[in-house]
């Protein structure tokens, strides 16, 4: 007997702190739940939680202007960067502070983060 199970939806959790983003056609909102990340597209009623877990709550959120890739930032410093036409993990990084804010430049080469001891 084989089982298809595949990870979807996280049910039970709610939206602790951390950035609130939308996608650039506005139609899809991506927010940190704890240690994950779900995606809720507001024009069809579907939400997707992410298969990334990380090990604390991620605190603050940047999407590019092309919407492809997502940095993630944990409450202990350490940053994700995630492709979210794969919806997986391409690098990690960890820092000595925590970060406060990320943003990503308009032409989407370039990010800058705010890293504070607070």
Not at 13 to 35: A, E, H, Q, W
Not at 40 to 59: C, G, S
Request: glycine fraction near 10%.
């Amino acid at each position: 007997m084989k089982f298809g199970y595949k990870f979807s939806n996280l049910l039970g959790t709610v939206y602790r702190s951390g950035d609130i983003l939308f996608t650039k056609d506005g139609n899809t909102l991506i927010c940190p739940v704890g240690n994950k990340i779900s995606l809720y597209d507001l024009k069809n009623n579907k939400a997707i939680t992410l298969p990334i877990e990380a090990r604390f709550n991620y605190r603050s959120l940047a999407l590019s202007p092309n919407g492809c890739i997502l940095i993630a930032a944990q409450g202990d410093g350490e940053l994700h960067f995630i492709n979210l036409m794969f919806k997986n993990i391409i690098y990690r990084k960890r820092l000595k502070g925590k970060v406060k804010n990320i943003t990503f430049s308009p032409c989407g080469k370039y990010f800058a983060l705010s890293v504070g001891n607070n």
